[in-house]
Each structure stands twice: as structure tokens, then as C-alpha cells.
């Protein structure tokens, strides 16, 4: 069989890659069949269904540039998994969450991120559960950013339960913020790439902004605020009642953790696990799971995921 494809509606570089080397490393990947690129043009021989899959394949690439404006290494592997049409065909909630510095733009990259976002127009409660690098925290940082340049919020709080600090955070140097800052640095990161440096630190120092640790959330009533409770594995199950007991007139709440990563002593159960049981069905709270398709890292990060899951 013999077909033509035509780059149409992207500027072609995008797809072709400088002196055609994405595409010489795309064509790599369909050894059975012959294919001679001019211009913008493929000119493709080979068995029907190999042909078939291959200008499918063309189709979500060009999908996904439409979506995103690139096409990096890790995306193109990501692309080539079976069942990875659903990356870019769910069109809802794929719109911008947020500009940020630089005029970067922040949107929902996978499925799951998606469901992210949709959840929390609906409802004001969400848990996104999900192995390292899924883009949980990062999704729902750029949720709560949205919702304050919008003024939906008056206040932004960040918060994790500082397990690792323990014994060893007194022999950290400085004051308790300077020793906390290090449990917090995830977070800052995401702020850092949505709101411009002054900016940040005069929300920090208003208290617009606020991270904190999870023990620091005892006692408060949290209204008209967007909160995280990042790494909430490591939330035992008096700390999880606590936090979601917070909750006050127009918030929203977003939980994010992995399960597979907790650092509880042993004796200690994880407040994730338990929460997630005992709130499954209570009308207005949102689960989403996240899983190996979602993770935008370095593509080493999902093979070394998958290993650790096989070996346990």
C-alpha cells in the first residue's frame, strides 16, 4: 500500500525537527516500511495496517503540537505507547489554567490532569493520588494560582506534614521557617514558575500566600482559601480529620499523595489510605487517580517506577 501525508495546520520544523531529525527518528521506530520525506510531504509504502498506524500516530503528534505548542523527546515516547490517543483527544479542561513567568503557559498535559481540573469546578474537596512525577502537585498549584488571580479566593496555604523533620530539624541551622523551607522547596518551585519573583514575595510576606506545615493548620477556620495538603501519605489519621475540618465558607481543597511513598513509622497508619475509604461516597468529594501515563518527567522516571512496582 501506498499513501501520502501532508503536515497540515503546524508549521512542519515542529514535527520534522531541525535538518528532519525527529522525524528521521520517528521513521526509525516503523522499520517495515519505506517511507521518503520531501517538504512537508511523506510518501509511505508498506503493509496496510502498518500504514495505518503509523499516519494515526502522525495525527496525534500533530494533536498534540496544536495542544501544546512542542513536541519534546519524552512526549514523543509518551505518544507511542498503546492507548496514548487519550493524551490529547479529551479535549475538556485542556484549556490554560494559568500564565506564568515568562509568559509560560500551564495546562493540564494528560488525561488525568484533566480530570484534575474538571473535579474542581464541580466540587470543592479533591483527592489526586499518584506516583512521583505525575504532575499532582504542580496541577494543583497552578488550580490554586488560577482561582486567586481570578479572586474566586483571598488566600493561597500550602502545607505537608513535616514528617521528616522529627529529631533531626534541630541540628538544622536557623530559625523554624529556615528549617522547614527544605520540606517546602516543591512547592515553592511550582510558585516560582507561575508568579513572578516580587510578586511571590510580597504575597509570602502578606500572607496571601502561605506555606506552612501541616501541624500549623491546628485551631484555624479557612475561609474564602485554596489550600494543598501535599505528600499526604505522610498525614497520619488524626492529622487528615484536622486538616479536612479546616475547611470554611467558599474553599477548596485539594489532597495529593502516593501511597507507595510513605515515611510513617511503622506503628503509625497512613490518613491518605483511611480518608479515601471512609469519604468514597460522600456527594461533592472528587477521587482521582493518577498512574505511569501521567508522569511528565525524564521518561527514565516511569521505567524506574514500573521496575520498583515489579519488584515489590
Known sequence: MEENYTVKEIDPLLLFGANNQRIKQIIKLFPKLKIVVRGDNLKINGNKEEVLVFTNKLELFVSHILRYGALTENQLERLMEDGAEDLVQDTTGGETIVHGVGGKIVKAQTSNQRKMVAAMKKNDLLFAVGPA???????AVALAVQALKNKQVKRIILTRPAVEAGENLGFLPGDLKEKLDPYMQPLYDALRDM??????????????????????????????????????????EGQFRMFLTRM?????????GDITQIDLPKKQSSGLISSV???????GISFVQLDGKDIIRHKLVKKIIEAYDKSE
Open 133 to 139: 512525577g505525575t504532575g499532582k502537585t504542580y496541577t
Open 195 to 236: 508568579i513572578p519573583a516580587e510578586k511571590l514575595k510580597e504575597f509570602l510576606e502578606s500572607g496571601i500566600i502561605e506555606v506552612a506545615p501541616l501541624a500549623f493548620m491546628r485551631g484555624r477556620t479557612l475561609d474564602k482559601a485554596y489550600c494543598i495538603m501535599d505528600e499526604a501519605q505522610n498525614a497520619t
Open 248 to 256: 470554611g465558607k467558599s474553599a477548596k481543597f485539594i489532597v495529593t
Open 277 to 283: 475509604n471512609i469519604l468514597k461516597n460522600i456527594q
